[in-house]
């Protein structure tokens, strides 16, 4: 998760840690501690009068915060560790973290959009999905409702299923999202799929030959292939005509 953030999060160090090299606690001016963000959160700290430079700052990364009162973890982004002293700065800075961040919530945490589209929230799924074909009208990618039905459909990056929801005319809503299938799930001559449970779908290769699909409670899709069942309990019963 990313972490959070707060404007003008800055301030001067009242009590160093100790040692300064190395410890995990330092005091910042009073009153300061709230203009901090919730941690966690990465924080610069460099020398009074100068800018950051890899040469005299050190990123460490906030954990706690009591009143004015930092609980730190040193050495953070690839660092050096640098002798805290009082009166150095400290700052929640935009750091590579901040950045990767970002980057990483857009892969794995919003809908990619197309110049066309118009997306909504896609509620539990919104946090996993990486994909989207948005509303498809007529085959056309489309922002816009028109009455009719609409698909939305998207990926979810934790097992690679497809889901799907539509719009269908007179709706004011869309619908569930369901487990989508298409021709790209099929990748074999008799293949079939069946659900282990709702929203989860399972395939079944083709059986043997003269063999058929039974209902087997024991089985994971709740179905098998087997021989089909003997006509046992009939009798033959021979009619001859009689004139």
Avoid: C
């Avoid at 906030?62 to 640098?82: C, G, H, M, N, P």
């Avoid at 509620?123 to 999905?129: E, I, V």
């Amino acid at each position: 998760m990313a972490d959070a953030h707060k404007n003008f999060s800055y301030s001067t160090i009242l009590t160093a840690p100790s040692p300064a090299t190395s410890g995990t606690s330092l005091v910042v001016q009073s009153g300061d501690g709230a203009k901090f963000p919730t941690p966690p959160f990465n924080a610069t700290v460099w020398p009074t009068g100068v800018q950051p430079l890899t040469t005299n700052a050190e990123i460490v990364r906030v954990t706690a915060i009591a009143t004015d009162t930092f609980t730190i973890t040193r050495l953070q982004e690839s660092t050096s560790a640098r002798s805290i002293v009082v009166g150095d700065q400290i700052a929640a800075t935009i750091t590579v973290k901040t950045i990767t961040d970002i980057e990483s919530s857009e892969i794995t945490g919003k809908i990619a959009s197309d110049a066309n589209s118009t997306y909504t929230d896609n509620s539990s799924y919104w946090s996993k999905a990486i994909a989207t074909d948005g509303w498809v009208v007529n085959g056309i990618l489309t922002g816009t409702r028109k009455g009719i039905e609409h698909t939305q459909r998207i990926q979810d990056v934790t097992n690679a299923n497809t889901y799907a929801r539509v719009w269908l005319n007179g709706s004011t809503a869309w619908g569930a999202w369901s487990l989508y299938l298409d021709s790209s799930d099929f990748t074999a001559k008799g293949q079939t799929h069946f659900a282990s449970a709702s929203n989860v779908a399972g395939v079944i290769t083709v059986g043997a030959n003269d063999t058929v699909l039974t209902a087997d409670s024991a089985a994971a899709l709740g179905v098998k292939w087997a021989a089909p069942a003997s006509a046992s309990g009939f009798k033959q019963i021979l009619v001859s005509k009689i004139n």
